[in-house]
């Protein structure tokens, strides 16, 4: 019984026009994990120590990036406008 990587192999070298197709299914199959992990690793709204740190959103910084994306925003110049719990 062949294996599933020589078959596929096997089907990219008789019609190469699917390598395009592994290709960026790959990479955003590869991308959208990455993004997956980034958000379950650095998004406050995710907490994984219960005990020490049952609130990670109280504890940012003013002064803090959490998003991937801003525009216009330059989170230096931030000044503290809550109170502390």
């Given at each position: ?83 502390d719990f």
């Open positions: 019984m062949p294996s599933l990587l020589g078959t596929v192999a096997k089907q990219l070298k008789s019609h190469p026009a699917l390598i395009p197709l592994f290709i960026f299914i790959g990479g955003g199959a590869t991308m959208s994990m990455l993004y997956l992990g980034r958000l379950a690793l650095k998004n406050p709204d995710v907490s994984w120590d219960r005990k020490n740190n049952p609130e990670p959103w109280n504890k940012m910084e003013t002064n803090q990036q959490y998003k991937l994306f801003t525009v216009n925003m330059d989170y230096s110049k931030l000044k503290k406008d809550r109170p």
